[in-house]
């Protein structure tokens, strides 16, 4: 994978956080953790609008290598 992708295999809602914790090689759940920790410091909408935008603007991996917009 060269590219920041949703995924398809550790989803949850829209598969953003799994998306940015296999590119990066991490674990999913402790990125979601981390998002949700940080978007609770915040106030929690910022993180939830910033999840919505992410879940716009990348595109979800397909199956058989092909990207999806």
């Known amino acids: ?11 949850m809602i829209a598969g953003v956080m799994g998306g940015i914790a296999e590119r990066f090689g ?4 402790l990125v979601r953790l ?12 910022p993180g939830i609008l910033v999840y919505i935008v992410l879940w716009i603007l990348i595109p979800k991996q397909q199956p058989n290598g092909w990207v999806s917009r």
């Open 26 to 29: 991490w674990n999913a759940n």
């Open 1 to 11: 994978m060269n590219g920041l992708q949703r995924s398809t295999q550790h989803h």
């Open 34 to 45: 981390v998002f949700i920790a940080i978007s609770l410091a915040s106030a929690a909408f």
